[in-house]
């Protein structure tokens, strides 16, 4: 199977884009990516490798286009009217944690111009810059992709351990938190690690929703495309009776849980 390279620094990226984000796309009025109807930046480049990775050529930290924030800015500025009370500005990936000095200053125009932020992540770098960034963040989407370390690993090429720990800071702060839940038939459905999931995060004050996203194979042909091996090519989606199962073990822990 391959992969672009994964790079385990980012401090060097596009420092001559200082003013610039690495984009792959943007969606203009999202309903799936937090709340209201939203604009969806999808930044380029990504550390995790997911088996079942939906946009597989946003893994490329060297791809994408360079957008200048100022242009991102006045792009969400034209749409400001469909946002209403409840929409805005949607970060997602690719990671945005790899971007986050840049992602400061988006959110800090956003903020200034009276525009929701919120920010779709894996959870995959926890420094300074990060933790700035998440404070400028009015909601975190975080996708905790399994709570066993070395399914985790099996799953993405890395373990969990940064992303517990992006959970841990974010309710620290007491800012509202979305979780994600990737529903794989064979990787993360096994009943004794959806009630771990589900007892870890059970106390946590700042989830305000649970979202259980069942697997499928849309993004299939992006693989072919690529030239990639795609290794869940015989994985099934999730039955009804197993997005049924996942769904009540998760209400047994939080009381706002959805199906995607």
């Known amino acids: 199977m391959y992969f672009p ?3 385990s620094s980012d401090d060097s990226i596009d420092i001559l884009h200082s003013d610039s984000l690495r984009i792959h796309s943007i969606e203009t009025l999202g309903t799936h ?11 380029q480049g990504c550390q995790f490798r997911c088996l079942y990775c939906q946009n597989p050529d946003t893994l490329d930290i060297n791809g994408g286009t360079f957008i200048p924030i100022e242009d991102l800015v006045d792009k969400a500025l034209h749409q400001k009217s469909y946002f209403s009370k409840k929409g805005g500005v949607t970060v997602s990936g690719g990671e945005p944690l790899l971007q986050r000095d840049k992602l400061i200053q988006l959110f800090d125009r956003l903020h200034e111009n009276g525009i929701n932020t919120c920010l779709d992540s894996n959870g995959r770098v926890l420094d300074e810059r990060t ?3 998440l404070n400028k963040t009015d909601l975190l989407l975080l996708d905790v992709k399994h709570i066993n370390n070395e399914w985790h690993k099996k799953l993405t090429g890395l373990k969990n351990k940064t992303t517990i720990s992006v959970a841990e800071y974010r309710e620290s702060t007491g800012k ?5 839940y990737v529903l794989v038939p064979g990787w993360t459905d096994q009943e004794e690690y959806l ?4 007892q870890f995060f059970t106390n946590y004050k700042t989830i305000e929703r649970v979202e259980i996203i069942p697997f499928h194979q849309m993004g299939k042909h992006k693989w072919e495309i690529l030239g990639f091996e795609y290794p869940l090519e ?11 199962k996942a769904l009540s073990i998760f209400k047994q822990y939080f009381k706002n849980v959805k199906i995607k």
């Open 176 to 180: 509202p938190m979305w979780l994600r």
């Open 234 to 244: 015989n994985t099934l989606p999730p039955t009804t009776e197993e997005k049924e």
């Open 195 to 198: 009630h771990e999931w589900g």
């Open 33 to 43: 990516d937090g709340p209201g109807i939203r604009m969806v930046i999808f930044v």
């Open 131 to 133: 933790k700035i960034l």
């Open 5 to 7: 390279k994964q790079h």
